[in-house]
């Protein structure tokens, strides 16, 4: 963790995980080996299928009762199918939370101009009126010290940081949008800069849970759930920890040890700090 950053996925590595159940002998009964495997056929496709049901929460689509029951037992399924010593399936591209950039339909024209300003890079950032994060805050430094760039990844020393630049100018343009009104503690606006910077972290290889525990750290919302999570950065950390299954943490976690793993044979473990990886979407 930088020394004013977001906590990461990699952050929680020290705390007690818990222990999937040993990966079963490879059974002497053919039919019994058949029906694990068929078990942990089924079990993956309704991770999966909790995964895009999420990313439709998470997009703005309502869940009836039967899906969000669904969505409710993702932490059950998660640990049966560890428990069988199958791994997590990841999601396909297609079921990612990358979403719309959203809609201008609501947004004032100060808003609007002030967010055009803001994607051109039409001078300093505003800075927030009211009191920030230590995490927003070093965001904010951050892209003031690198112009160009909307948002930063921010990742643990040694690492770089990853730069986003948002390619499509709608998108940008929204973005910022949302920014203040995230930064006003509107828990929608969170979940809508949750939705556009997906897709750079997908590319960075870098897990959903790190945006998720960024932004959370930032305002102080949890950008799945829209819950609003007050006190500190650890307090916050260890509200997500508890929502989140520990089979999804451990993924995360392994995920950002591989991003961590290619970053640092790609910068010939030199990058320090003040690296800056620019990711275009």
């Given at each position: 963790?930088s020394?004013?950053?977001?906590p990461?996925?990699?952050?929680?590595?020290?705390a007690?995980?818990?222990?999937?159940?040993?990966?079963?002998?490879?059974?002497a009964d053919?039919?019994?080996?058949?029906?694990?495997?068929?078990?942990?056929?089924?079990?993956?496709?309704?991770?999966?299928?909790?995964?895009e049901?999420?990313?439709?929460a998470?997009?703005?689509?309502?869940?009836?009762?039967?899906?969000?029951?669904k969505?409710a037992r993702?932490?059950?399924?998660?640990?049966?199918?560890?428990?069988?010593?199958?791994?997590?399936?990841?999601?396909p591209?297609?079921?990612?939370?990358?979403?719309?950039?959203?809609?201008?339909?609501?947004?004032?024209?100060?808003?609007?101009?002030?967010?055009?300003?803001?994607?051109?890079?039409?001078?300093?950032?505003r800075?927030?009126?009211?009191?920030t994060?230590?995490?927003?805050?070093?965001?904010l430094?951050?892209q003031?010290?690198?112009?160009?760039?909307?948002y930063?990844?921010?990742?643990?020393?040694?690492?770089?940081?990853?730069?986003?630049?948002?390619?499509?100018?709608?998108g940008?343009?929204?973005?910022?949008?949302?920014?203040?009104?995230?930064?006003?503690?509107?828990?929608r606006?969170?979940?809508?800069?949750?939705?556009?910077?997906?897709?750079?972290?997908?590319?960075?290889?870098?897990?959903a849970?790190?945006v998720?525990?960024?932004?959370?750290?930032?305002y102080?919302?949890?950008?799945?759930t829209?819950?609003v999570?007050?006190?500190?950065?650890?307090?916050?950390?260890?509200?997500?920890?508890?929502?989140?299954?520990?089979?999804?943490r451990?993924?995360?976690?392994?995920?950002?040890?591989?991003?961590?793993?290619?970053?640092?044979?790609g910068?010939?473990?030199?990058?320090?700090?003040?690296?800056?990886?620019?990711r275009?979407r």
């Amino acid at each position: 963790m930088s020394e004013a950053g977001a906590p990461s996925a990699a952050a929680d590595a020290a705390a007690p995980l818990c222990t999937a159940a040993d990966p079963p002998a490879a059974a002497a009964d053919p039919e019994a080996s058949k029906a694990r495997k068929n078990r942990v056929k089924k079990l993956k496709a309704q991770y999966l299928s909790i995964l895009e049901l999420e990313a439709h929460a998470a997009a703005g689509q309502a869940l009836d009762a039967g899906q969000a029951a669904k969505v409710a037992r993702k932490s059950q399924v998660a640990e049966e199918i560890t428990s069988l010593g199958a791994e997590l399936p990841e999601p396909p591209p297609a079921a990612s939370l990358a979403g719309a950039a959203g809609s201008f339909e609501d947004l004032s024209p100060a808003e609007v101009e002030a967010a055009m300003e803001a994607a051109m890079g039409g001078g300093p950032r505003r800075r927030p009126s009211g009191p920030t994060s230590r995490a927003l805050a070093h965001q904010l430094k951050l892209q003031e010290a690198n112009p160009g760039y909307c948002y930063f990844f921010v990742l643990p020393e040694p690492l770089p940081d990853v730069g986003v630049v948002l390619q499509d100018t709608m998108g940008a343009l929204f973005f910022e949008t949302m920014r203040p009104r995230a930064e006003a503690g509107e828990p929608r606006a969170v979940k809508m800069m949750y939705q556009q910077l997906l897709p750079s972290a997908e590319q960075a290889g870098l897990p959903a849970m790190q945006v998720r525990l960024q932004l959370l750290a930032e305002y102080g919302v949890d950008p799945v759930t829209e819950a609003v999570v007050p006190g500190s950065e650890e307090d916050k950390l260890a509200w997500l920890m508890g929502v989140v299954p520990p089979a999804e943490r451990k993924a995360a976690e392994r995920q950002l040890e591989q991003a961590a793993l290619r970053m640092m044979v790609g910068s010939g473990a030199g990058g320090g700090r003040g690296g800056r990886q620019r990711r275009r979407r």
